[in-house]
């Protein structure tokens, strides 16, 4: 076929709307691309690993006396609340939630929600080549023959169809965590972190609406020390009264 013929054949299909979906599938893989190198190349949240003095009175003053601030023994940094050393990064990354080994980097406070957005965005374009592969196969067919034809394509829908359940598990589960915002390492060790240890509760947890306003827009704003202590003056406020 002809250049010029190829040309007509092109803008025949734009006129009849053929080329949107293949172009927005297109589009949806090129932004699922650009998310995973976002995450996998940008700083998650390291902690400085030359701390000021005067910070250190500071986050000191905002966390209660029982809570006392750890300094890492690998970076020798004063450890903000729910801050972790990554031994494969080798820093202290704040609100710290896992090291992801296909990203090739931590997940923390800066690209957790870029995480999750790649997250939804990969399911949609798994979920999306899934029915690709589904509506290609053809089961009326002998053996020998659909073997032949459709084989290769069987194996990549089952392919897709364990990637994709993967994607959704994972999907679903930070969508959980974020949603009472909490961390994949605090759920799972909430029994070995001293200030979740001692408090029954989530002393982060401010109700699913400001949870998803926090984490996605940053809003309300401020240290998780500061959180904590209006925490316990709410607490303490609630105590004196019900006395």
């Known amino acids: 076929m002809c250049p010029d013929q190829e040309l007509k054949s092109l803008r025949q299909w734009e006129e009849q709307g053929e080329l949107f979906l293949p172009l927005t599938f297109l589009l949806l893989v090129l932004g699922s691309l650009l998310l ?5 190349l940008m700083d998650p949240g390291y902690v400085n690993i030359q701390p000021q003095e005067e910070a250190k009175e500071e986050q000191t003053a905002m966390v209660p006396q029982a809570i006392a601030l750890r300094r ?3 970076c020798m940094v004063l450890q903000p609340l729910r801050a972790r050393h990554c031994s494969e990064c080798r820093r202290c990354v704040r609100r710290y939630d ?3 080994p296909w990203m090739e980097n931590c997940v923390g ?3 957790h929600p870029l995480f999750v957005a790649y997250l939804a965005l990969q399911l949609v374009v798994l979920l999306w080549g899934l029915y690709l592969a589904w509506s290609g196969l053809r089961f009326f067919q ?4 659909w073997l032949r034809s459709s084989g290769l394509l069987f194996v990549t829908f089952l392919l897709l169809s364990l990637f994709s359940l993967v ?8 969508i959980y965590l974020v949603a009472s ?3 994949t390492w605090e759920f799972l060790s909430s029994h070995r972190i001293a200030y979740l240890r001692q408090r029954p509760d989530n002393p982060f947890d401010r109700g699913l609406t400001r949870n998803l306003a926090h984490f996605f827009c940053g809003w309300p704003s401020g240290p998780w020390e500061t959180l904590w202590a209006e925490e316990e003056e709410e ?3 609630g105590s004196s009264q019900a006395v």
């Open 98 to 100: 896992h090291h992801c």
């Open 72 to 74: 890492c023994r690998y």
């Open 181 to 183: 915002n909490t961390t």
């Open 167 to 174: 994607a959704g598990l994972l999907l679903a589960s930070h």
């Open 142 to 145: 002998p053996w020998g023959l």
């Open 235 to 237: 607490e303490g406020e």
């Open 36 to 40: 995973y190198l976002a995450v996998s």
């Open 109 to 111: 406070e800066r690209n």
